[in-house]
C-alpha cells in the first residue's frame, strides 16, 4: 500500500514537469493542461483544451504567421544591450531554453525590455512569403511593465556558426532542471549583421497564446551547419513549432532602414 501510494505521487511528479511551460514565454502554472504539436493535444486543439488557452483557438492576434508584402517604413531602430551570460540551460519537453543573466536588454521606442531566456523552434515558426526555415530562435523580453518583446532569428542551413555551439552543444536530451553548461554565450553574436526587422503584433507561440507581443523578426537569416540543425532537430522528432496564423487585420510593417 505504502508502495503504491509512493508510485502514484512519482507519477504525478513527472505529469507536472511533463506539463512545464513551452518556453518561459508564458507564465502559467506547471499544473497547465498538457498539450503537443501533434494528435488530439496538438495545436488545431488547443483553444479547447482549458479555458485559459481559449485565445489560442478564439484570437485575432496570434503567432507565428507567414511575413508577405510588410509595408516598408524608416521606424526606430532595435538598440540592443547584450552582454555575455552563462548557460544555464533547460529542456522543458517542448523546447530548450536558456535562462539568461540579469543586465542584459533591448531599447524599443524607449522602452527597456529586458532578456529573460532564449528557446528555439524546429522547423521555423514564422514563414517569410510562405517559406519556413531550418529552425528559429527567440530571445524573450519583458518590461518593467509586464509587456513582452520577442526578438525571432530565422535559421538556415549553412556554414557552422561558432558563437551558436555554447547552446547547440549543450542541448539536453531529455527534461531536466536549469543547469549551468559552464559556457557562456552572448546573444549580440547570434543575431544577423543586419538588424533590420519585420514587426507585428501578436501572442506567444504557445498555450496560453497570450496577446499583446510585440515581435520582432529579424529579416536577414542566420547561418547554422547541418549537424548543428540536426542537434536542434533530433530532441523534438515531430517537430516543435506551431503553424502560421491568420493575420488578419494586423499592420505588418519592415524597418527597412539599419
Ligand atoms: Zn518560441
Given at each position: 500500500?505504502k508502495?503504491?501510494?509512493?508510485?502514484?505521487?512519482?507519477?504525478?511528479?513527472?505529469?507536472?514537469?511533463?506539463?512545464a511551460?513551452a518556453?518561459?514565454?508564458?507564465?502559467?502554472?506547471?499544473?497547465?493542461?498538457?498539450?503537443?504539436?501533434?494528435?488530439?493535444?496538438?495545436p488545431?486543439?488547443?483553444?479547447?483544451?482549458?479555458?485559459?488557452?481559449?485565445?489560442?483557438?478564439?484570437?485575432?492576434?496570434?503567432?507565428?504567421?507567414?511575413v508577405?508584402?510588410?509595408?516598408?517604413?524608416?521606424?526606430a531602430?532595435?538598440?540592443?544591450?547584450?552582454q555575455?551570460?552563462e548557460?544555464?540551460?533547460l529542456?522543458?519537453?517542448?523546447?530548450?531554453?536558456?535562462?539568461y543573466?540579469?543586465?542584459?536588454y533591448?531599447?524599443?521606442?524607449?522602452?527597456?525590455?529586458?532578456?529573460?531566456?532564449?528557446?528555439?523552434?524546429?522547423?521555423?515558426e514564422?514563414a517569410?512569403?510562405?517559406?519556413?526555415?531550418?529552425?528559429?530562435?527567440h530571445?524573450?523580453?519583458?518590461?518593467?511593465?509586464?509587456?513582452?518583446?520577442v526578438?525571432?532569428?530565422?535559421?538556415d542551413?549553412?556554414?557552422?556558426?561558432?558563437a551558436?555551439?555554447?547552446?547547440t552543444?549543450?542541448?539536453?536530451?531529455k527534461?531536466?532542471?536549469?543547469?549551468?553548461?559552464?559556457v557562456?554565450?552572448?546573444?549580440a553574436?547570434?543575431?544577423?549583421?543586419e538588424?533590420?526587422?519585420?514587426?507585428?503584433?501578436?501572442s506567444?507561440?504557445?498555450?496560453?497564446?497570450s496577446?499583446?507581443?510585440?515581435?520582432?523578426l529579424m529579416?536577414?537569416?542566420?547561418?547554422?551547419?547541418?549537424?548543428?540543425?540536426?542537434a536542434?532537430?533530433?530532441?523534438?522528432?515531430?517537430?516543435?513549432?506551431?503553424?502560421?496564423?491568420?493575420?488578419?487585420?494586423?499592420?505588418?510593417t519592415?524597418?527597412?532602414?539599419?
Amino acid at each position: 500500500m505504502k508502495l503504491q501510494k509512493f508510485r502514484v505521487v512519482i507519477l504525478l511528479a513527472a505529469t507536472l514537469v511533463a506539463c512545464a511551460p513551452a518556453n518561459g514565454e508564458s507564465s502559467h502554472a506547471d499544473t497547465s493542461p498538457h498539450w503537443t504539436y501533434e494528435g488530439e493535444e496538438g495545436p488545431e486543439h488547443w483553444g479547447d483544451l482549458d479555458p485559459a488557452y481559449m485565445v489560442c483557438g478564439a484570437g485575432k492576434n496570434q503567432s507565428p504567421i507567414d511575413v508577405a508584402s510588410p509595408a516598408e517604413q524608416d521606424l526606430a531602430n532595435i538598440v540592443f544591450h547584450y552582454q555575455l551570460s552563462e548557460v544555464n540551460i533547460l529542456n522543458n519537453g517542448h523546447t530548450v531554453q536558456v535562462n539568461y543573466d540579469a543586465g542584459s536588454y533591448i531599447e524599443l521606442d524607449s522602452i527597456r525590455y529586458d532578456v529573460a531566456q532564449f528557446h528555439y523552434h524546429a522547423p521555423s515558426e514564422h514563414a517569410v512569403d510562405g517559406k519556413l526555415f531550418a529552425a528559429e530562435l527567440h530571445i524573450v523580453h519583458k518590461s518593467a511593465d509586464g509587456n513582452l518583446a520577442v526578438v525571432g532569428i530565422l535559421l538556415d542551413e549553412g556554414a557552422q556558426n561558432d558563437a551558436y555551439l555554447p547552446f547547440t552543444e549543450n542541448l539536453p536530451a531529455k527534461e531536466s532542471e536549469a543547469t549551468d553548461a559552464g559556457v557562456t554565450i552572448n546573444a549580440a553574436d547570434l543575431l544577423p549583421a543586419e538588424q533590420t526587422s519585420f514587426r507585428y503584433s501578436g501572442s506567444l507561440t504557445t498555450p496560453p497564446c497570450s496577446e499583446g507581443v510585440n515581435w520582432l523578426l529579424m529579416t536577414t537569416p542566420v547561418e547554422i551547419s547541418t549537424e548543428q540543425i540536426e542537434a536542434l532537430t533530433s530532441l523534438f522528432e515531430e517537430g516543435n513549432n506551431r503553424p502560421v496564423q491568420p493575420l488578419n487585420d494586423r499592420p505588418l510593417t519592415e524597418d527597412s532602414t539599419p
